[in-house]
């Protein structure tokens, strides 16, 4: 059994005195580190069962030895324990929690307020002025929505400074694909009906929709108006196609969530169908880390089940598995931050509290079915295969990736145990014709890109174009405070730094590793190959080694111009998004004092774009109606 003194004697203390109520703890490492979340019905027998057992050699005893500190927020009931400790997860990224990440934002279809509305496509936080659908699992998703919203209700898409200027139909007037309120060729309570038509469609309200137009129909035709009652035919017509397609897929729910988990090769996937308004919007992949502590942190948390299979009772433990762990720990992190549908179909079987949790969080029922019969089985039987699917394309990506990592490690000689741990950080320098000099760093580690990691640094007092004082001003601004911060042992520097160029730039990273007492045996440089053709590059060292090639098929290679091209493409990114801002003007139209929506719409109108009005003279730009010479200046010299 572990020896209570072989703990911190003030951790144990605060052990001893934590209540026997509902809370959250969280475990932390001699740096600071979380190490784990967890939430409890009783917070003091819970916690210690972590400090009183023998836990041996299992992955969760090397977490308790790790224990230094921890910290307690005791709560009211265990819902609210759920759902902090899920906050906690995604906030605090623990090293033995499942943890989810998701670092895109869900799309929405959003109906912009106005007399007449435009349906458009949206990320971000929500308005309450206009309104929004979804959340949609992809941007492909919202897009397809809004054609079908286009080709049966002929709403608009255009933005408003376009639509109030224009003086005749566009396009899609003349494909039917809008109804032309821009210029009057439908009346606002005609457009308004469209749009209340549209929000029933997108709510799943068919029949209701197709009942309306039939009765406006037949009222068109009483009075001998055939042709507005044929383009109401034509409308339910559109319409009635689109849900037959849609009914033969989905059956009969409106608003449900598919979710199906499949774990295999330590690693899990977890794949999310969604049907908002009776219409199947598209699946997305979720793929969570740290699922091979879930088990042994799950068999210490869980607790003793009476005869009915009820927590807190004296009897066995009741274990889960690996896959309804994953499932749990999704539904949990995932649902904090996006609307919860009422019907949840599962691969694997959900606590109870947790659905109590969300329904107290949300105030709306939901129910967790977890062996759907008829159309759901086939929803989920779908979604399995996905996961599937996903899952086994991870794996053989990561699998080639680690395959890239090893054959690099082997050709340069790295003697490395852990190949995860390799870093690479690779240097390219972007400019056009001397403007706008910019360089990147991109960083590949635990066998990946790591784009959270990269920067792009702005050179500036040097020649125009020359290249090598640029890479000698970002190496130095690189590696000035990281060298100093690892011979005090604070940081660790690259085990590999690239640089796209041959033997000129890797002689200027030389003299600036010489200068910072660096190890040069870290530096190489990817040369262009006879003809400067793909896959004949060359590596130049600047140690004094004879410079390699690697091979056409050579998966090192493919390594190295992956990263390569990475640093390429950041750099190429940074370097336009400078120009334009420099050539355009840092500012806005709307960032200028006395500009609002008129007036730049008045000044959009006449010279075409903000380009052409940064091109212009105080002169022309007074010309506009509105403004005056001097609001003229104002826009001249914040454009300048």
Same mark, same amino acid.
């Given at each position: 059994m572990t020896k209570i003194h072989e703990f911190d004697p003030q951790l144990l203390s605060e052990v001893a005195a934590l209540p026997a109520m509902p809370g959250v703890y969280r475990y932390f490492d001699a740096e600071g580190g979380v190490l784990y979340v967890g939430k409890a019905r009783n917070l003091k027998k819970r916690v210690s069962n972590y400090f009183q057992k023998n836990h041996g050699g299992t992955r969760i005893g090397h977490m308790v030895t790790k224990i230094v500190r921890m910290e307690t927020t005791v709560v009211r009931s265990e819902a609210e324990a759920l759902l902090l400790e899920n906050n906690l997860i995604k906030t605090l990224n623990p090293r033995f929690n499942i943890l989810f990440r998701d670092d895109k934002s869900y799309p929405y279809l959003k109906l912009a307020s106005h007399t007449f509305a435009r349906v458009a496509y949206y990320r971000g936080a929500v308005e309450k002025k206009h309104r929004y659908f979804g959340p949609y699992p992809s941007a492909w998703a919202v897009k397809e929505s809004i054609l079908l919203l286009q080709k049966v209700f002929r709403l608009r898409t255009c933005e408003d400074t376009v639509f109030n200027n224009r003086t005749r139909p566009c396009l899609l007037y003349q494909i039917k694909r809008c109804s032309a309120p821009c210029v009057g060729h439908i009346t606002p309570e005609q457009y308004a009906q469209d749009v209340a038509n549209a929000e029933k469609f997108l709510q799943g309200e068919t029949q209701e929709i197709l009942n309306g137009l039939e009765q406006q129909m037949l009222q068109h035709a009483d009075r001998l108006e055939f042709e507005q009652a044929a383009e109401l035919r034509?409308?339910?017509?559109?319409?009635?196609?689109v849900l037959h397609q849609q009914s033969m897929e989905i059956g009969g729910d409106k608003d449900v969530d598919i979710l199906a988990v499949k774990v295999q090769g330590g690693k899990a996937c977890v794949n999310l169908a969604m049907v908002r308004g009776g219409r199947h919007l598209g699946d997305r992949p979720y793929f969570p880390t740290h699922i091979e502590n879930a088990v042994d942190v799950a068999e210490l948390d869980a607790e003793p !089940?009476?005869?009915?299979?009820?927590?807190?009772?004296a009897g066995a433990i009741k274990t889960k598995t690996l896959e309804a762990l994953v499932l749990e720990a999704f539904i949990a992190q995932h649902y904090i931050d996006v609307p919860v549908p009422p019907t949840l179909v599962c691969s694997e079987p959900v606590d109870k509290e947790l659905i109590a949790a969300l329904m107290a969080q949300t105030g709306n029922r939901i129910?967790?079915?977890?062996q759907p019969r008829e159309q759901r089985r086939i929803w989920l039987e779908m979604a399995e295969k996905n996961a599937s699917l996903q899952l086994a394309r991870l794996l053989s990506e990561q699998g080639s990736q680690q395959a890239r990592t090893r054959a690099l490690a082997e050709a340069l000689d790295l003697k490395m145990e852990d190949l995860a741990a390799l870093r690479i950080e690779c240097f390219?320098?972007?400019?056009?014709?001397?403007e706008s000099t910019q360089a990147s760093c991109v960083v590949f580690h635990d066998h990946k890109m790591q784009s959270a990691e990269y920067r792009r640094y702005n050179i500036e007092g040097i020649t125009p174009g020359d290249d090598y004082a640029a890479m000698r001003q970002v190496l130095t601004r690189r590696y000035s405070k990281l060298a100093e911060a690892a011979r005090n042992n604070e940081a660790k520097l690259p085990?590999?730094?690239? !640089?796209?160029?041959?033997?000129g730039q890797v002689s200027m990273a030389r003299e600036v590793f010489e200068e910072l007492g660096l190890d040069l045996g870290l530096i190489a440089g990817v040369e262009k190959g006879e003809g400067r053709k793909v896959g004949l590059e060359e590596l !130049?060292?600047?140690?004094?080694?004879?410079k390699i090639y690697l091979g056409r098929d050579s998966a090192a290679l493919m390594l190295i111009a992956q990263i390569r091209d990475e640093a390429h493409r950041f750099a190429i990114t940074g370097m336009r998004a400078k120009r334009a801002k420099v050539r355009v003007g840092a500012s806005k139209l709307e960032d200028i004092e006395g500009i609002g929506p008129k007036r730049r719409a008045s000044l959009l109108q006449r010279f075409g774009g903000i380009r052409a009005i940064a091109s212009a003279s105080a002169e022309d730009i007074a010309t506009v109606d509105g403004i005056s010479r001097e609001l003229a200046e104002e826009i001249y010299r914040a454009l300048h």
């Open positions: 034509n409308q339910m017509s559109a319409l009635s196609k !089940v009476d005869a009915a299979g009820a927590a807190g009772g129910a967790a079915i977890h390219d320098i972007s400019h056009t014709a001397g085990d590999l730094v690239l !640089v796209d160029g041959g033997k !130049v060292f600047a140690d004094g080694r004879e």
